[in-house]
């Protein structure tokens, strides 16, 4: 394989397991002999990622994607509590970009930190839910296609990102470029190994069908990866730690719960995708509304009055703290990390 890899520049990788990537096509993950980075290959293009990420990705009765977004909106918010206080601590005013930014969320919450803050994402119902329901601009593009100005932004937020995209390499340059000299990124990615070991344990039995990769995750980083990416690509590290300790720990195998990591595909064809991009581009947003009135039923129907008290935050935080580690240890299932650009 002559394309190299994003982390040593190798140029033979082996592949090491057939994944069904969301249900949609068949791919192979490579692993460098060089370093032992794991990652989709060939690469996919632009449209080809973002034809993974249709309407139905964000829809809880669906078989792919992300099955609980509604749940979700009050983690974000609770996240949203500190990240304002932080966002406050360096100025009273500044320019926030969340990349991946998905329904908005994060977005709203962050919007009473006194910020400008604004969002990007490929998929066309989240740029569309964002935008209607927040307020909030967001480009429904990639990072690389909005094409925004140098040093534009204070901060920039990347959680369960990078895994996402093609070149990871190219991708953190270019978020280098947006970020003002001192500026900071906030990135969370998962674990490689937490991700890819029940798909290995699952490939290893008898199948006619390879297990499913349902969230579209590309790239698989362990810790060395990271750290050798982020200082390559002009960023100094200030934390990285583990965070879920126990969801990792299941993922590994070393508690019971390997399993449920796992889906079967019913179906898969290499040469299908859905063409939900350019299908978007001719008929607007019809048929996004129903979507988005079920997010919204359900948002409202999981509500509890209690978690927007921010005693239950603190609560909430104090008992996520006991569930991560120094990331040395590799164990749980994402490493969250605190960056700044030299």
């Known amino acids: 394989m002559s394309d190299p890899c994003d982390i ?47 309407s139905e990705y964000f829809d809880a009765a669906s078989p792919v994607g992300y099955a609980d ?52 994402d490929a998929s066309a119902f989240a740029a569309y839910y964002a935008s209607t329901r927040y307020t909030v601009p967001v480009a429904c593009a990639t990072l690389e296609e909005a094409q925004f100005p140098d040093a534009r932004f204070d901060v920039i937020i990347q959680k369960d990102l990078l895994e996402h995209v093609a070149d990871p390499r190219a991708h953190l340059e270019e978020t280098g470029r947006l970020l003002r000299p001192g500026g900071w990124l906030r990135l969370v990615t998962p674990n490689g190994e937490a991700n890819l070991r029940p798909l290995l344990a699952a490939s290893r039995a008898a199948s006619a069908t390879p297990p499913v990769l349902d969230q579209g995750h590309l790239s698989f980083f362990d810790r060395r990866h990271l750290g050798q990416l982020f200082e390559e690509c002009g960023f100094r590290c200030h934390r990285m730690r583990m965070v879920g300790i126990v969801r990792g ?94």
């Open 8 to 54: 040593c520049a190798a140029t033979h990788l082996d592949p090491v397991l057939e994944v069904s990537l969301i249900g949609l096509r068949r791919v192979h993950v490579h692993r460098c002999r060089g370093c032992g980075f794991r990652q989709v290959r060939p690469r996919l293009t632009v449209d080809q990622i973002k034809a993974l990420y249709p």
């Open 69 to 120: 977004y509604a749940r979700e909106f009050q983690r974000r918010q609770r996240e949203a509590y500190f990240l304002n206080r932080w966002l406050r601590g360096l100025g009273p005013a500044g320019r926030l970009l969340e990349v991946g930014c998905a329904l908005g969320f994060l977005l709203h919450g962050l919007k009473r930190s006194g910020w400008q803050v604004q969002g990007v």
């Open 249 to 342: 720990l299941r993922a590994l195998g070393h508690l019971p719960g390997q399993r449920r990591f796992v889906r079967s595909a019913t179906a898969c064809d290499a040469e299908t995708s859905v063409g939900e991009p350019a299908a978007v581009a001719e008929r607007g947003t019809t048929g996004f509304d129903a979507l988005a009135a079920r997010i919204d039923q359900d948002i409202a129907r999981r509500h509890r009055g209690f978690k927007n008290w921010p005693a239950y935050f603190h609560y909430h935080r104090a008992m996520k703290r006991l569930d991560s580690l120094p990331a040395w240890c590799e164990i749980g299932y994402d490493f969250e990390c605190l960056l700044q650009r030299t």
